[in-house]
């Protein structure tokens, strides 16, 4: 199979975590003898340095060239200023927009290796946590109109039905091969966008009989993932309310640095990030945790490429490493030995 992807390294420990992340595509291409054609391009912080802009016209040109996208992270504290008109984060929405990748797919699960590395007691934690949070991407309040009216400002949330429904199929047809639950969340005792929310996805699930459909509101929901995190399967949320959830999720997994996730418009193109941030206090270290974004491969070959072999060798060698006990800092406990990212990569390809 030959696949064109592209490739954005990004900021802070973005080049680090790519590094590994593309020595694990090569010796998946080697192994089972595909061709993966990279083209490295910019964005973010790096490209505003560059070009004055976060998302330069020929890295989203060469993106939507792509079969699927792999990112490493964005931003850091010398594009901090909230007043500047032109800031990282802009790239990464412009990105998703631009590839109308309005599904983000976000599994957030407990390795049982790590277990201790959850902030939630062993009595909550011990039933498992494997979620998958599907989130709206492109629309919603990050995208409404927004603006400033003499001393104020607003920000403006609006959702469509077909693009409630276009969201809540993902999840649907994810449950499906999961578990069979969605829980979709939102806020309709108070918000009207949540109200039309709750009633398209109501409609829609008649269509999928097999599945138990859940509405929760988003504070309740907040409170359940920490009560009872064992009772949540897919978790279907608009945008910001799966930005909030999604970070929640992460930390009763205790390892942020594992987890990775794809965005997905109809047609097969993805783009692969880890859920992380770019970790500016790290970068250069030699010490971040690759796993994340060595995991987001993992879903690019399984969902935009359709190869499950490929995409199950590299989870197998996460888990054996994990189970053999190498950690990078991140994951370590207090008496652990902590190995470094090049290393922890390496590891990982050799048992591929
Ligand atoms: C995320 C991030 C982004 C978001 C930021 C960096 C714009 O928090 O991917 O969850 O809010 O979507
Ligand atoms: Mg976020």
Not at 55 to 81: I, N, Q, R, Y
Not at 282 to 307: E, Y
Request: proline share 4%; charged share 25%.
């Amino acid at each position: 199979m030959t696949k064109n992807i592209a490739v954005i390294e990004g900021d802070g420990i973005g080049p680090e975590i790519i590094a590994e992340a593309v020595k694990a595509l090569k010796k998946i291409e080697k192994k089972y003898n595909h061709t993966f054609n990279l083209t490295y391009v910019e964005m973010g912080g790096c490209a505003i340095d560059k070009y004055k802009t976060a998302l330069p016209d020929f890295t989203l040109e060469e993106c939507k060239k792509a079969d699927a996208v792999l990112l490493g992270s964005v931003g850091g504290p010398k594009w901090d200023d909230p007043t500047a008109k032109v800031r990282p984060e802009q790239g990464l929405l412009n990105l998703r927009a631009g590839l109308e990748c309005f599904a983000n797919i976000r599994p957030a699960k407990v390795y049982p290796p790590l277990a201790a590395a959850s902030p939630l007691k062993e009595s909550i934690i011990k039933d498992g946590f494997d979620i998958i949070v599907v989130r709206e991407l492109t629309g919603g309040i990050y995208f409404g109109e927004s603006g400033r009216d003499g001393d104020s400002a607003y920000d403006t949330e609006r959702y469509s039905v077909s693009e409630i429904e276009r969201i809540a199929k993902v999840a649907f047809e994810l449950a499906d091969k999961r578990n069979k639950l969605v829980h979709s969340i939102d806020k309709a005792n108070v918000l009207e966008s949540s109200r039309l929310w709750r009633e398209t996805v109501q409609r829609l699930a008649k269509e999928y009989p097999h599945i138990t459909v859940t509405n929760m509101l988003v504070d309740n929901a907040a409170m359940q993932l920490i009560r009872n995190p064992a009772q949540f399967d897919v978790v279907l949320t608009s945008n910001i309310f799966g930005d909030i959830l999604s970070d929640e999720a992460s930390q009763i997994t205790g390892s942020i640095g594992m987890l990775a996730s794809a965005s997905k418009g109809e047609g097969s193109r993805g783009l692969y990030e880890p859920i992380h941030g770019s970790a500016p206090d790290i970068a250069g270290k030699g010490i971040a945790n690759p796993i994340a974004a060595i995991l987001s491969v993992a879903m690019m070959l399984d969902i935009s490429f359709d190869l499950k072999e490929e995409a199950n060798a590299i989870d197998n060698a996460v888990n054996s490493i994990l189970a053999d006990g190498y950690r990078t800092a991140d994951i370590a406990a207090a008496n652990e030995k902590t190995t470094g990212t090049e290393q922890i990569g390496t590891l990982i390809c050799d048992r591929i």
